[in-house]
């Protein structure tokens, strides 16, 4: 198979016209025509911006080697291409997205702060009411945030090719984002353990379990926030620059009890404040059920 055939069934394989690959190797559509055609031939630079974009090596361009073309077209034709455009515009929904759940789960949490504090007050009914209405709008923006990301869901579970330029400039991105991670997963840690000690010091200072559990809510509501957009962009990041890495993970978080006991916990903690009024101790249901859940998870893999 000679060098037109294979640069033909490569940028078909990938779904790419001739002008958008002509618009990747900045050449005009003639040219990627007279390539195919055999009519002409690229020169050595745009045949290593080839050998990038397809994930080929030169050799398999340049040379007639039937075998070679089926090894290497098969394993190209597995890959989805993701062109400059696709990659920007899947940073932007990745990170609108992880800010969009973030908010709305810290709103489920901070609404509980309302019949906390309204209870056993003329204003009991309202909180109640506060308490449901903002959980509905909260599940409302979770359940549309959920049905925009069909389409990237489905893109996450595929091995992904793209640029030498684009891989450089998104790992100078991932080593920055890494240093800042852990700073921020650190600081909401912080902020959950400091919350404990306000509790403590409100309790000794005859502020009262209301404030205290109000208190708690608000400094969880903002860590968890913390934790959710963080961990959305370092999934983001991991998708992008350790793929095949990314895609494993995927598979066995698909099985993690995680998305099962923490809304469980959530729920045994709401039915232990609205009906025995334990606010103050049941908030320690939380980091039982995930230090459990972590062991067993260990355990499973």
């Known amino acids: 198979m000679d060098f037109g055939m294979k640069l033909q069934n490569l940028r078909k394989g990938k779904g790419l016209s001739q002008e958008a690959l002509a618009e990747q190797l900045n050449v005009s559509r003639q040219a990627v025509s007279k390539w195919e055609s055999g009519a002409g031939y690229p020169e050595m630079d745009k045949l290593i911006l080839l050998s990038n974009l397809f994930g080929v090596t030169i050799d398999y361009l340049v040379k007639d080697n039937h075998e070679c073309n089926q090894d290497a077209g098969s394993e190209t034709d597995s890959k989805y291409f993701m062109t400059h455009e696709k990659i920007q515009d899947y940073l932007k929904y990745k990170k609108n997205f992880g800010m969009g759940i973030g908010a709305c789960v810290s709103m489920i949490i901070l609404s509980v702060c309302m019949p906390i504090l309204c209870e056993d007050s003329q204003y009991e009914t309202i909180g109640t009411f506060g308490f449901l209405a903002v959980v509905a709008i909260a599940v409302f923006g979770m359940i549309i945030l959920g049905i925009k990301s069909e389409s990237y869901g ?7 090719n793209m640029s030498f330029q684009d891989l450089q400039d998104l790992q100078k991105k991932h080593t920055k984002f890494q240093s800042q991670f852990g700073v921020s997963i ?4 912080f902020l959950i353990i400091m919350s404990v000690a306000i509790i ?3 309790d000794n200072t005859g502020y009262g379990e209301k404030v205290s559990a109000a208190q708690l809510m608000v400094c969880v509501a903002f860590s968890v926030f913390i934790f959710i957009y963080q961990g959305i962009k370092y999934t983001m990041y991991q998708f992008l620059v350790q793929n095949k890495k990314h895609i494993e993970e995927m598979r066995k978080e ?4 995680f998305s099962l006991t923490m809304p469980l916990a959530a729920m045994v903690y709401l039915i232990l404040g609205f009906t025995q009024e334990l ?8 980091p039982i059920v995930a230090i459990i859940t972590a062991f067993i998870e260990r355990i499973r893999y």
Do not use: D, N, R, T
């Open 154 to 160: 489905e893109l996450e579970k595929q091995e992904i």
């Open 186 to 189: 650190a600081f909401g840690v």
């Open 200 to 202: 403590v010091f409100l």
């Open 254 to 257: 698909e099985k993690s009890l």
């Open 279 to 286: 606010w103050h101790p049941g908030w320690i249901i939380f």
